[in-house]
């Protein structure tokens, strides 16, 4: 068996391989196939809308995770965006040959080693291990080489870089107008808090506008960070807490409460809460609400039932003058002289 017979069999390419084309190659590919660390702000601004006037279908693949059998398929245009993990190094270098081209997008001067000097030592070495390291390989491979700034691109000029603009889609610059829901829970709302994950989770499957905030520590954090559109803020106290509900607008407030000892003993205390930032409150339908909101005219009571709360919060979400309606009157009940 030949040497390159062999490099074929296992899919190493036999030498440097030489850039391709230019844009021109990314825009005759089969697949535009992106690998990242998840969205951010250089993806969306930048190279996002610029790979998708260009035309050919765009997968992204998050590459912290292994790639899977046939994640990489013949005619794809890869790019990688800031960062390469090994596993993905090595099925790039596999399939090279069979590619339509490589590019590596930079936003941050991560191959110069005395930028990365003046950063956090922990967070320059995972810049090194991730990106910088990889730039021998890079030119191996005959990537090419696509920058977020005329500076970088300045710096760089031997690699005869690409400069993608700055061009966010507009519905982005200006997004449709969100619907805040909100949930002012404290610690003691452990078991609330769980079972409003599942309901959130299907709310923000269902509705592109809303945009959830709690309250929570860490463990919080890590249950709900996945979800779209949802912020976990750190609990604060009640001086802080009065100041920031005071600067803050919200449209629905959530208040569930579940059956129990401790619950039985609570007060109506959310319905100022929510009345106060101008938001309709969605109650349970048991004491303290039941008996204190008044169900359709300055609060909604509902059911223990996930989906019941889906639907409301749905609907109500949708239905701006109606909110204010209800919201108006909670407010206004306890702002009477």
């Known amino acids: 068996m030949t040497r390159l017979s062999w490099r074929r069999l296992v899919g190493r390419a036999a030498g440097p391989v030489a850039p391709r084309g230019g844009p021109d190659a990314a ?9 990242e660390e998840g969205p951010s702000a250089s993806a969306d601004y930048i190279l996002l809308p610029w790979l998708q006037r260009l035309g050919p279908p765009l997968v992204r693949m998050d590459v912290r995770q292994p790639p899977s059998a046939g994640a990489l398929q013949r005619g794809d245009f890869v790019v990688v965006q800031r960062y390469l993990h ?19 997008f930079l936003d941050d001067d991560v191959l110069d080693p005395a930028a990365l000097g003046e950063l956090d030592a922990r967070y320059a070495g995972r810049l090194r291990r991730l990106a910088s390291d990889h730039r021998p390989w890079f030119e191996r491979m005959g990537s090419q080489w696509w920058l977020s700034t005329e500076a970088l691109a300045a710096k760089y000029a031997a690699l005869s870089p690409q400069v993608l603009p700055l061009a966010p889609p507009p519905a982005l610059v200006a997004p449709a107008p969100a619907v805040r829901v909100v949930y002012d829970g404290t610690a003691s709302h452990a078991r609330e808090l769980d079972w409003l994950l599942p309901v959130l989770q299907e709310v923000q499957r269902r509705c592109a506008t809303t945009h959830v905030e709690l309250f929570g520590d860490l463990a919080v954090n890590r249950r709900f960070r996945d979800l779209p559109r949802v ?12 100041a920031h509900t005071a600067a803050r607008r919200a449209d629905i407030g959530l208040a569930p409460l579940l059956p129990g000892v401790f619950n039985a003993a609570r007060g109506p205390v959310k319905m100022v809460d929510y009345a106060r930032q101008g938001a309709v409150g969605l109650y349970s339908r048991r004491p303290p609400y039941e008996g204190f909101v008044q169900d359709g005219v300055d609060g909604v009571l509902l059911p223990d039932d996930p989906g019941a709360w889906v639907e409301a919060i749905v609907h109500w979400a949708g239905e701006a003058v109606g909110r204010g309606r209800l919201a108006a009157a909670a407010r206004a009940r306890f702002t009477r002289g």
């Not at 825009?27 to 690998?35: E, N, Q």
């Open 231 to 242: 912020a976990v803020l750190h609990p604060m106290r009640w001086p802080s807490y009065l």
């Open 27 to 35: 825009a005759s590919a089969a697949r535009l196939v992106v690998l």
């Open 86 to 104: 090994a596993a993905w190094r090595t099925a790039i270098e596999r399939q090279r040959t069979d590619l339509a081209g490589l590019a590596w």
